[in-house]
């Protein structure tokens, strides 16, 4: 009697929810299996309940998770890709991909940043070189290559156009992105990764000198001049940084890390301080990196 009640309450429960979600094979699905390992109680499950009943609360909490997405803008460490939906639920990390996933897998991480710009994923790609998988290890050394040959000829390119118009702000702006990605690219000895340093170097100190919007630039010229210990020179940077952009987290930024990088701790509370009193609101990134610096003062 209960498994032909238990029969009956199957089938009705089929032809109810057929007829309700009859456009989507897969909402039919996820509701009969709740209400088949849930009998009768499973109708009852939120899953059911009538959107109208959630329009109000819905919409605040739309709100308030669109209002917490604007406000936290926290940078994650590695490069992340979103598989297919109906693949993959998750967003999983191209390095975590490499390392634990099927060589299947692997491999159409691989393809998926050979569709896209590798320049953005040469790190990645110098850790799947020695990947297990030989395929794998096969694209990386392929795109790798790639990488090398346009930013060869790109270098070659850009750096004509610059010797004959230094003053020319597209071309500072472009030949120091080409730059920028030759010296992080892994192809060059100790010598001639010196040697571009101070050529980029010079590209920046005119492209900040010159450009309108070269906060980005500025940042970066700063790191370059801490790399190559001219702490004196990366403190000035700071100064005229601070005179173009005074009311960006950026400058502040900027005095920090050098200060905690020839660990002067005098100037570095004195930064803290001006920092406390500035009407700035800092990014969850920039506010990570003050208690970093604050807990190494």
């Not at 089929?14 to 094979?25: D, F, T």
């Amino acid at each position: 009697m209960i498994s032909l009640a238990f029969g009956i309450y199957i089938l009705l429960s089929a032809v109810i929810l057929g007829m309700l979600y009859r456009q989507s094979p897969r909402e039919w699905l996820l509701r009969m299996v709740v209400v088949t390992v849930f009998p009768v109680i499973g109708w009852l499950f939120p899953l059911f309940w009538p959107r109208r009943l959630f329009k109000d609360a819905g919409g605040k909490l739309d709100d308030y998770i669109a209002a917490q997405q604007k406000e936290m803008s926290v940078q994650h460490l590695g490069i992340y890709s979103k598989l297919e939906t109906e693949k993959e639920l998750n967003v999983l990390s191209i390095e975590e991909a490499l390392l634990v996933s099927e060589h299947s897998t692997r491999r159409k991480v691989m393809i998926d940043v050979l569709k896209q710009d590798a320049i953005n994923y040469l790190e990645i790609l110098q850790t799947a070189v020695s990947n297990e998988d030989t395929e794998t290890s096969h694209y990386a050394v392929s795109a790798i290559m790639e990488v090398k040959r346009k930013l060869t000829l790109s270098l070659q390119e850009l750096s004509v156009q610059y010797e004959n118009n230094k003053e020319d702000v597209h071309v500072l702006s472009a030949y120091a992105d080409v730059l920028k990605g030759y010296l992080r690219s892994g192809f060059l000895d100790d010598r001639t990764l010196r040697k571009y340093k101070f050529i980029y170097l010079g590209v920046l100190e005119r492209y900040t000198g010159i450009a309108e919007n070269a906060c980005e630039a500025f940042v970066d010229k700063v790191d370059l001049e801490l790399e190559l210990k001219r702490y004196a020179e990366a403190e000035e940077t700071c100064r005229v940084f601070e005179q173009r952009y005074s009311h960006i987290e950026e400058v502040y930024l900027c005095y920090l890390k050098v200060y905690f990088t020839i660990k002067s701790a005098e100037k570095l509370q004195h930064t803290f301080s001006k920092l406390k009193k500035s009407p700035l609101k800092l990014s969850n990134h920039a506010l990570t990196l003050v208690r970093f610096w604050s807990e190494g003062a």
